[in-house]
């Protein structure tokens, strides 16, 4: 089975600090995704990822950065983090694959800012 | 803007009964997909419809996809307790498969 793993299920950081979230799968999966989720907005993607030290924004990247130094390790980091950061982070994983396209989840890092 | 919008928002049936949740998006697609997401946890992925089929099982679930109309249904039936959950809808847009766009999910309540 796929596995996508989150460094954290919950994380208490205060404003300003430098934050870093990481997220490591185990299927050798060329995309990787970062989204938060918020109440009523669903999942807005934050940064993606199709192959190693390429990274390409999403919908609302300001705020946060990303690193994948490795096929299997992708990394989101808030810089100054806010309180308008506090939310759900999912990471994702998927093979693109003759169009298919189904994405793994790791558990959420639930990321309070205060 | 999301490309998939789910309606309803928040659907409570009891059990025994079917539920149909609606998603309609905005762009030309390559497949869509539905997830399942237990409470506080990462999403499930549940079934994924090409833009060439028209409508697709598995187990209890049955998904259409009409591409004229860009939406699609999700029928759960004779839904359980254990099928309370959020259920969102997703395209790979026109990206070619690259990203993968969420609604904003339907709430479903199964009540025992």
């Known amino acids: 089975d796929v596995k996508v793993t989150q460094s954290s299920r919950y994380l208490v950081k205060r404003t300003g600090e430098k934050v870093f979230l990481e997220c490591v799968q185990d299927m050798d999966h060329e995309n990787m995704f970062w989204y938060r989720q918020d109440p009523g907005l669903g999942l807005r993607l934050i940064y993606f990822?199709?192959?190693?030290?390429?990274?390409e924004k999403g919908d609302i990247p300001e705020g946060y950065s990303v690193s994948r130094e490795k096929k299997e390790r992708f990394s989101l980091i808030l810089e100054s983090a806010s309180t308008n950061q506090t939310s759900m982070y999912l990471c994702?994983?998927?093979?693109?694959?003759?169009?298919?396209?189904?994405?793994?989840f790791g558990q959420g890092t639930r990321l309070t800012v205060v | 803007s999301q490309q998939g919008e789910e309606d309803p928002q928040a659907l409570s049936i009891q059990e025994g009964e079917n539920a149909t949740m609606n998603c309609s998006y905005k762009?030309?697609?390559?497949?869509l997909q539905w997830y399942r997401q237990n409470s506080g946890r990462g999403l499930v992925h549940l079934i994924l419809?090409?833009?060439?089929?028209r409508e697709k099982h598995s187990g209890r679930l049955r998904v259409t996809l009409d591409t004229s109309k860009k939406s699609s249904s999700l029928l759960i039936t004779a839904s359980r307790a254990a099928d309370t959950a959020s259920y969102f809808c997703a395209t790979d847009g026109d990206t070619g498969g690259f990203k993968t766009i969420f609604g904003a999910g339907t709430r479903l309540f199964v009540k025992a």
């Open positions: 990822s199709y192959d190693v030290k390429m990274k």
């Open positions: 419809i090409r833009s060439n089929e």
């Open positions: 994702a994983s998927s093979l693109v694959k003759l169009g298919l396209t189904e994405a793994f």
């Open positions: 762009t030309s697609i390559n497949n």
